[in-house]
């Protein structure tokens, strides 16, 4: 039968793409539907129950910027925050927490449930609707035909799931939920690259059965740090600690001793696993000279006595998981409550979407999450926020938006994606942006809010919070800017009793605090009231010792974006332009970029390519 409304937005998937997906395009006012296996597993967390953490971080904050949900899932449903990196430069800190899986979930439904313009409906999506080379709708496993101007497919790692644990094998979309098998064979039909890859996911522990006495306490961070601009500590379910174990050598021996039973090592698995999360067996294997790996033993939740042993992901048969967990000091009686296992699932050669993740050969169909071979929730979340944002776009009849990658990790993941694409799982790192200093997590408001409130995508309360702190941030540096030390006043001399040294003229506030040796704590309240206000002190203080850094990489930035506003013809004929290697043609034709600057960024482009291109654009004109 065909549902008797029409949609402006069809989002399948209600993982952490898919959900951001819906929220979005609703948010901007289209009517949207969240189609999903199973309105129980909404925002379900299918491996680790735990957000943020290095490169991670900042796209939560990214997604919450935009109005989007993970940030504020995670402050209501976080019992352990941390600090990553707190010693080092702001470019690199980043929050992670811990999340109990329960409370997250029921805060995503939570959104999702109250968001205005948004249906849900439970069903597997087992086909779409293509009219010509556009996309008109989704048809689910038992037949009902729901119609859309635009659909995105956030279905993570069940098309074609297969579950390994050791030799055996059966379908799954994760433990416990079918794989989307039907819409699989129906991507496979239409024109996109579709390969393999698999991840895998530790045992789980009975905390009853387990010797915490012998174990590594590690309690969160105090004072707690939050992960929404909208966060507040009272909003934190109560705080607990994770604890920290070590493999050892008998670990060691039976994993290299069984792995003729992992389906990695026999063969059985053809997918590629992310090499930042490698199994236990991979770690063994790979840094043989190694005695010892951390394993963090994690809590699931508060009301709950599962524990998430961090670190000894594993496809090995569950006799052997039983051993290596039992082979390590304080889990010597450990019970598992559930094996750990790999899946192998399809992913889509991401190099066939466009910057707004829209696909290049079927209009209005969006890709978002793991399916365009991406891991981890906060890579998901960003991406579906994207994908449902340039769908409500399209729907509305408006030009695609996406940021670059000088304004945020966002951009500089799908960029990374469309251009390069991927054969191992693709996570974030602080490493992958060129302009860290300038995309940090503190400061992803002051990068997008703005963008998010000319979209639709940020409410009136977010905005009225966030226009508060951006004025307050102007404000005391401004304020630092006008207010002077005079030498031998007391403010000077406690200036010189800080740095040893006298002044020998006159400062701002704001040049006393660029000197490494001074923080805002030391200089703000020398002439006049410091702010109270921790977030917006640190901001000021972040901005005035990185100034020079900051203009250097702008400078940079606006010599690239020349390039970054010279559109690549989509009909190019590559093999045409005189003077490029055969591999450059072959690379650029592959990989079609939209614009020179995308161009230059596909390894093996040499700059002399690039004023080729520039050069033969000319001449075309
Ligand atoms: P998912 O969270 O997988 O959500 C997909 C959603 O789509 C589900 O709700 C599903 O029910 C629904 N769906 C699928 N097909 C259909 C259909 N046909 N019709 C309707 N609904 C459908 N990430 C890490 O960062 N580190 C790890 O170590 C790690 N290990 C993992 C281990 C395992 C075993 C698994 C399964 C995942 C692991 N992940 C890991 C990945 C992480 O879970 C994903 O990156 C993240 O969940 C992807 O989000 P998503 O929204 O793309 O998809």
Known sequence: MDYPDRFDVIVIGGGHAGTEAALASARMGCQTLLLTHNIETLGQMSCNPA??????SHLVKEIDALGGAMGLATDLGGIQFRMLNARKGPAVRATRAQADRVRYKAAIRGMLENQPNLTLFQQAAG?????????RGVVTETGIRFLGETVVLCTGTFLGGVIHIGLDQSRGGRAGDPSSNALAERLRALPFRVDRLKTGTPPRLDAKSVDFSVLEEQPGDSPTPVMSFLGRREMHPRQVSCHIAHTNAQTHELILANLDRSPMYSGVIEGVGPRYCPSIEDKVHRFADKASHQVFIEPEGLDTHELYPNGISTSLPF???LQVVRSIQGLEN???TRPGYAIEYDFFDPRDLKHSLETKFIHNLFFAGQINGTTG???????????????????????????HRDQAYLGVMVDDLITLGTREPYRMFTSRAEYRLLLREDNADLRLTESGRELGLVDDVRWAAFSARREAIERESARLKASWVQPGTPAAEAVAAKTG??????????????????GYPDVAGLVGEPVDDESVAEQVQIQAKYQGYID?????????KRHEATPLPADLDYAKVEGLSHEIRQKLSETRPETLAQASRISGVTPAAVSILLIHLKKRR
Do not use: F
């Open 319 to 321: 006799d052997v998981q």
């Open 377 to 403: 929730y906060e890579e998901a979340g960003a991406q579906g926020l994207l994908a449902g944002l340039n769908a409500a776009r399209r729907a509305q009849g408006l030009d695609a938006w996406y940021p």
């Open 51 to 56: 957000i943020g953490g290095i490169g991670k």
């Open 127 to 135: 086909d779409l609707i293509v009219d010509g080379d556009s996309v």
């Open 552 to 560: 250097r990489q702008q400078e940079e930035i606006d010599r690239l």
């Open 501 to 518: 040294k006298a002044l020998a003229r006159e400062y701002s506030l704001m040049d006393l605090l660029k000197r490494p040796e001074l």
């Open 334 to 336: 450990a019970h598992i």
